[in-house]
């Protein structure tokens, strides 16, 4: 698969809330990162299966139903897709949302070695009816 086919494909496996099929997608060894947290401080995680564990925890709390106004940027560097998107969802006490992301992923071989992902925490810490502080805390243990 190209970078951009292998993102396409995890933006599909995301609406589908295939959450194993997500995680196949990135390397054993993937680095995570995200830079805005409401901390200031940039979350860091490696590996895959801890992704798998944390999309499938979050899979508990909501659904996700859609994604659209999706742009993939091709990059001078062969492996490197920039890809923007909102993507909507449902809470379990059926509270909707529709949250903004900015990702730069680095694409190896058919599975994303990293990402730097950007979203606005304030936004995201509402959706999920936490404060902000509660979110920092869940981005900071998520990445240990």
Partial sequence: MTPRETVERMLQASVDNAWDEFADLYAEDVVIEIPFTPNGQTARAVGREGL???VKSFG??????????????????????IVE???HGQFRDQKPFVLSYVMVVRVRDGLIVS????????MTSRAMGMDVDQFAALLEQAAR
Avoid: F
């Fill in 115 to 122: 990402s730097r992902d950007y979203g606005n925490p304030v």
């Fill in 85 to 87: 998107y909102d993507l």
């Fill in 52 to 54: 798998r564990e944390r």
């Fill in 60 to 81: 508990t709390m909501r659904e996700l139903t859609k994604v659209d106004n999706v742009v993939l940027h091709e990059t001078v560097d062969p492996e490197v897709v």
